[in-house]
């Protein structure tokens, strides 16, 4: 069981507005940033979005990031066909002394 | 733009050690701001930190509680790398093992090895 709790699975239709919530602890998202990255069939998980709100160079601004307490939410503005990927959340862990994962959300673009 | 390449068996005997190599390109496994880790995904564990290896002046390293009995993260300064040793494996190990960078984030990923543990 993974230490952060995402829903397993999220959906949208092309240019809808979808969110993928992220919950955690008071060790993790409640004291320290959180990462998104997304991951398509076969690769290594992608850095989407780091510090909570952050976009890498090359992510689109349709991606975005927020923090509240011991929560987080990655948002999806426009959706288009090729965000259908696997989304997950982390966060350093500072009782664990090591990075925590969430269970990771299957989103599908309808 | 920095790279890290995985080399390593993919089939391991239970009882067995698993090793894996992570070689740094463009960056520096002594660099003193960032951290070199594994991670592994299974479907049943999900994605899993097992442990890291840093250095700050001298070298560190933190390990998941999970596989803290039988794991070893070392730097090799020579080759610009860093190793992931398990041992004593067994079946739910099984899984597709990363490495990673850490620069205030996991910001860089190697490709992944599927590593399978089977007789």
């Known amino acids: 069981q993974s230490v952060l709790t995402q829903p397993p699975s999220a959906s949208g239709t092309p240019g809808q507005r979808v969110t993928i919530s992220c919950s955690g602890g008071?060790?993790?998202?409640?004291?320290?940033?959180v990462n998104w990255y997304q991951q398509l069939p076969g690769t290594a998980p992608k850095l989407l979005i780091y510090?909570?709100?952050q976009r890498p160079s090359g992510v689109p601004d349709r991606f975005s990031g927020s923090r509240s307490g011991t929560s987080a939410s990655l948002a999806i503005n426009g959706l288009q066909s090729e965000d259908e990927a696997d989304y997950y959340c982390?966060?350093?862990?500072?009782?664990?002394?090591?990075?925590?994962f969430g269970g990771g959300t299957k989103l599908t673009v309808l | 733009q920095a790279q890290l390449q995985q080399s390593g068996p993919g089939l391991v005997k239970p009882s067995q050690t698993l090793s894996l190599t992570c070689a740094i390109s463009?960056?520096?496994?002594?660099?003193?701001?960032?951290?070199w880790n594994w991670i592994r995904q299974s479907p049943s564990r999900g994605l899993e930190w097992l442990g890291r290896t840093y250095y700050r002046s001298k070298w560190y390293n933190d390990y998941a509680v999970s596989v803290k009995s039988r794991i070893t993260i070392n730097p090799d300064t020579s080759k610009n790398q860093f190793s992931l040793q398990l041992n004593s494996v067994t079946p739910e190990d099984t899984a597709v093992y990363y490495c990673?960078?850490?620069?205030?984030?996991?910001?860089?990923w190697g490709r992944g090895t599927l590593v399978t543990v089977s007789s």
């Open positions: 990673a960078r850490t620069r205030g984030h996991l910001d860089l």
């Open positions: 510090t909570s709100d």
């Open positions: 463009g960056d520096s496994v002594s660099s003193n701001s960032a951290a």
């Open positions: 982390a966060a350093w862990d500072g009782s664990l002394n090591g990075w925590v």
């Open positions: 008071s060790s993790n998202i409640g004291s320290n940033a």
